[in-house]
């Protein structure tokens, strides 16, 4: 009883509180945990703000959130929950319906499997090095040596899966790879291998030959590498369409459909989507 009494005087005693309430305290404990805490803390607190300032000051790529795209509210995707930016991913592709992607950059295959998963009529293409005597002979900027070239296991997350036979393993440098096999039917290229900008230009006038007439590129890490945020704000001034950056994640894209609510292109009605869909 004396529990249930305290509770409801606490719901009638009402305390307002405002950001410049909080303001002293955060600029307190943030002042004490710059001077205390770990390095690696402290450059996680500068990289987060980099990241920001990248994002504000883009002079040509488009910042929109994700509720932007038009139709992205209904879409289901399945999937770990910590690999937030490949959910978006597999969202836009269920969205758009597609059912030819190519991936630049397979690793383990986490996203190509992932995608043949959640859009079960695609067939995925994945392209990586040959093998890791690959890693010496690239063409061109190779980056993230640490992460990706010490252990070689391309392809082990779909490998006897269900997915397994709409996936389709291809090797080669992306800088080197004839793909005229796909020209000018893929619906969806997402470009996620060598993070440099050479690397980035190279795979994407690759992947633009190989867009469908309704195709979409995704770009990963747009807003953590600086040779890919360099090279999507130069190309995005030169094409037909814009470059859109989804806030709160690390992508950007260019799709040859109209997707995104109050941007040039964009038809309130959808027809062009409806026109373009399949059965
Ligand atoms: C970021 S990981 C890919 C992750 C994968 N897309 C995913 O989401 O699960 C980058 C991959 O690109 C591959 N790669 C890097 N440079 C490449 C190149 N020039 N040609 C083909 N693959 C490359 C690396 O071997 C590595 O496996």
Redesign the pocket.
Same mark, same amino acid.
């Given at each position: 009883m004396e529990r249930i009494a305290r509770s409801d005087a606490a719901t009638h005693s009402i305390r307002r509180v405002q950001n410049w309430n909080i303001l002293p305290g955060v600029i307190a404990g943030a002042t004490r945990r710059s001077l205390a805490a770990p390095r690696h803390v402290r450059s996680a607190l500068l990289k987060s703000i980099w990241i920001e300032l990248k994002r504000f000051g883009a002079p040509n790529v488009r910042n929109i959130q994700l509720t932007d795209i038009d139709g992205i509210g209904d879409v289901r995707v399945e999937g770990p929950v910590l690999r937030h930016c490949?959910l978006v991913l597999c969202g836009l592709g269920a969205l758009l319906d597609c059912r030819t992607i190519f991936? *630049? +950059? !397979?690793?383990? +295959?986490? !996203?190509a499997w992932l995608l043949a998963h959640n859009l079960p009529r695609a067939r995925v293409y994945t =392209?990586? =090095?040959a093998g890791p005597e690959a890693v010496q002979s &690239?063409e061109l900027e =190779?980056t993230d040596a640490d992460e990706? *070239?010490r252990i070689w296991d391309?392809g082990a997350r779909f490998r006897d899966t269900a997915e397994a036979n709409r996936i389709t393993q291809v090797f080669g440098?992306?800088?080197t790879f004839d793909f005229s096999p796909y020209a000018g039917v893929m619906d969806l290229v997402y470009v996620? &291998?060598?993070h440099s900008y050479s690397?980035v230009r190279s795979d994407t006038e690759a992947a633009f030959t190989m867009l469908s007439a309704a195709g979409t590129i995704v770009w990963d890490d747009y807003t953590h590498y600086p040779g890919i945020y360099s090279y999507l704000n130069e190309l995005a001034s030169a094409l037909d369409r814009p470059i859109f950056h989804i806030v709160g994640t690390r992508l950007a894209f260019y799709s040859r459909r109209d997707l995104v609510r109050g941007h040039a292109g964009f038809r309130a009605d959808n027809r062009a989507l409806e026109g373009l869909s399949r059965d």
């Open positions: 490949p991936e *630049f +950059g !397979t690793n383990r +295959g986490d !996203t =392209l990586d =090095l &690239a =190779l990706y *070239f391309r440098d992306s800088a996620d &291998a060598s690397y």
